[in-house]
C-alpha cells in the first residue's frame, strides 16, 4: 500500500473512489459528445463549432487521465470499459442522428453541468477525509468545467 493510501481510511477512499469513477465516466461520454459533434456538425456556425468540440473533447480526454490515476494513487482501480461507462454516468449518449447545432450546444452544456454537480457532491466527501490532493484536482475540473459551460451557453443567447 502506497503512502497516500495508507494516509486515508479504506472506507473513505471507497467512496471517493466510486464517486471518482463516476466523474471518470461522464468526463468520458462528454468527450464521445464532443467528438461526435466535431464530426457531425453543420450550419452556419460550422467552423467555429467544429474547432471548439475539438478543443473540447482533447481537453477532456486529457483530463480524464488525471482522475483515473488520482484513482491508482489512493490504491484502487480505475473502470475504463464501455459498459461501465455507461453504468456509472448520469450523462447520456449522443443521439444517433445527429442534432441540429444548437441542440449540440445544449447536449455539452448538460454534459459538462452534470459533470460539475458530481465534482461537487465529492467534496464533502474528500473534506470528511482530508483528502486534499484529490480536492486539488476537483478543483481545478469545476474551473474548467463552469469556463467551458459558459462559453456554449454564450453562443445559445439571442
Ligand atoms: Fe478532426
Aim: net charge negative; proline share 3%; charged share 20%.
Amino acid at each position: 500500500m502506497n503512502q497516500t493510501a495508507a494516509a486515508l481510511a479504506t472506507d473513505a477512499r471507497t467512496e471517493i473512489v466510486n464517486a471518482l469513477n463516476q466523474s471518470v465516466a461522464e468526463t468520458v461520454v462528454t468527450t464521445m459528445l464532443a467528438q461526435n459533434f466535431h464530426w457531425n456538425v453543420t450550419g452556419p456556425m460550422f467552423n467555429t463549432l467544429h474547432l471548439m468540440f475539438m478543443d473540447q473533447y482533447t481537453e477532456l480526454w486529457n483530463s480524464v487521465d488525471v482522475i483515473a490515476e488520482r484513482i491508482r494513487a489512493l490504491d484502487q482501480f480505475a473502470i475504463g470499459s464501455y459498459k461501465d461507462f455507461s453504468h456509472y454516468s448520469s450523462v447520456k449518449d449522443a443521439p444517433s442522428n445527429p442534432p441540429k447545432a444548437e441542440e449540440m450546444i445544449a447536449l455539452l452544456v448538460e454534459g459538462h453541468e452534470t459533470v460539475i454537480k458530481t465534482i461537487r457532491s465529492i467534496y464533502e466527501l474528500v473534506g470528511k477525509a482530508s483528502d486534499q490532493a484529490t480536492e486539488d484536482m476537483l478543483t481545478q475540473r469545476i474551473n474548467v468545467h463552469e469556463k467551458t459551460a459558459w462559453m456554449l451557453r454564450s453562443l445559445l443567447e439571442k
